[in-house]
């Protein structure tokens, strides 16, 4: 069973069904679609509701884990982290926040606590993360994470090609 994560201003917990709505909303902005590599726009609360219905047998395999970054003052729903594609020990860091919480830190927070929980629980050695190129507040978040930068890759996403920086680091 996927256990939560706290940090010193956030609860990481899994998602539940009941969060759909409130993805939704959040993931619903086309901002997020834009600098995102696999929200779609519009985003339905059908679109959440699946989404949320493939964490748990994701987690099951050992192939992802996805967590939600909630406010642990209000338990309010922000945003998401997770670690994708994991083999090996190594896995791919992907995060977003609703539009309301940019520029507070917490996708930073967010990041390094799911980063050493994956270390410690989860048996990862190395992560992978990208970010579109443009996408400059990504970018900002990765390079507090301590990885370095590989290459621009041209990546297929949502029927598009799409440049991205990737980066890496041992953990």
Not at 86 to 91: A, E, H, K, T, Y
Not at 126 to 146: T, Y
Request: with cysteine.
């Amino acid at each position: 069973m996927q256990q939560n994560v706290e940090t010193d201003r956030l609860i990481l917990r899994p998602f539940t069904l009941s969060d759909a709505k409130r993805v939704a909303l959040l993931a619903g902005d086309k901002v997020i679609a834009d600098m995102t590599a696999n929200i779609p726009h519009p985003y339905s609360l059908a679109d959440a509701e699946l989404w949320i219905n493939t964490h748990e047998p994701l987690f099951d395999s050992g192939k992802g884990i996805v967590y939600a970054i909630t406010l642990k003052e209000s338990g309010e729903l922000i945003g998401a982290v997770s670690f994708l594609g994991i083999d090996n020990g190594v896995g791919t860091l992907g995060y977003w926040l609703g539009v309301p919480y940019w520029g507070r830190g917490y996708a930073t927070e967010a990041s390094k606590a799911i980063i050493t929980f994956g270390k410690s629980n989860l048996g990862l050695g190395k992560l992978h993360v990208m970010h579109l190129l443009g996408n400059e507040r990504s970018k900002s978040v990765i390079k507090k994470l301590g990885v370095t930068y590989i290459e621009n890759r041209i990546n297929r996403m949502q029927g598009k090609a799409r440049e991205v920086c990737v980066y890496t680091s041992d953990l």
